[in-house]
Every structure is written in C-alpha cells, then in structure tokens.
C-alpha cells in the first residue's frame, strides 16, 4: 500500500541518460507538444508501455471480454483500435495528442502550446464545466467538445486581444 503522503513515482528514467539519438527525439518532442520537461514524456511513454504489456498480456491469455474492456478504454480515450493488435502500434504521439493542452492549441483557444498551457494552470479552462488544473490532463472523445475557456476569462481575453489589434 505504501506510505499514504507520498505519490508513487508514475514514470522511469531512461537506462541510458546520456543517449545523443534519444535527447534529441525527446527535445523535439517537447518543442512540438509545448511540454515544460522531459518528465512529462516519460510519464507519457509509461501509460504507453502500460498499454502495450496489457495487451501482451491479454494476446496469452485470449480472453474476449477483457480484450474488448482494453480497447473500449482506448477507443473512449479518443485513440482508435479495433483489434488488440492496433493497441500494440500506439505511439508516444497518440497519448500526446490527447493532452488537455494539446486539444486547446487545436481548438484554437491559444495563441502556441505554452500560452495554452498558462491558460490551464491559471484555471481558465473548463472540461465538461469543471475547472482543470493541470495540462496533462488526457481528454476524452466524448469531452473534447465540452473543452473551452471560462466564460469570465474569454470575455476578458477577447477584450484585450481587440485592444491590442486595433493599436
């Protein structure tokens, strides 16, 4: 059970710190998705490895019901399998692609990731009108269309975006 004030690491560390061909795909990867530091993508690449061992597993097993359990989750998260094959071809991509902070740059609720992602940590994002805090919140599909800006603050945003156009 372990120590109840204190989280459980959900990420590892690469085996090799200093590997040249894997910082440079994890400083492209965190330019392209806004992300604030690699820690944030070796939590994504652990929810991947997740998925992958599960359906391993389950491929063993040849158990139906679990199997079809796996890929509803997956396909409620906005990622689309069919087989418990598909499951094993996720990438590290997909899981970032469904990041709270992703899907407001998307929308076009922001200006470039980083300003999407103040935009969250100053609570001025509501998902199914509740206020989300953190930016690596994953999204589902169907929430993704109840993703928008507090209505306090877009009037505010809006405002201030006209006044420094028309300037």
């Avoid at 709270?100 to 509501?126: C, D, E, P, W, Y």
């Avoid at 507090?150 to 009037?155: G, N, R």
Wanted: net charge positive.
């Amino acid at each position: 059970m372990g120590q109840p004030k204190r989280f459980r690491k959900k990420y590892e560390r690469p085996k090799k710190p200093y590997d040249k061909a894997r910082i440079e795909s994890e400083r492209k990867v965190k330019e392209n998705f806004g992300l604030r530091r690699k820690k944030e993508i070796w939590r994504a690449e652990a929810i991947v490895r997740d998925f992958r061992r599960r359906a391993r597993a389950l491929q063993a097993k040849n158990n139906e019901s679990e199997e079809r359990t796996l890929v509803d989750k997956i396909n409620k998260l906005g990622i689309s399998c069919k087989r418990l094959d598909d499951v094993l071809q996720i990438g590290l991509d997909d899981i970032l692609s469904r990041r709270l902070q992703t899907i407001i740059f998307k929308k076009g609720l922001a200006n470039s990731m980083k300003h999407a992602r103040q935009l969250i940590v100053h609570g001025h994002v509501t998902v199914s009108e509740k206020k989300i805090f953190w930016p690596s919140y994953i999204v589902e599909k169907n929430d993704e269309d109840r993703v928008a800006l507090d209505p306090h603050i877009a009037s505010k945003i809006s405002s201030s975006t006209e006044k420094t156009g028309s300037g």
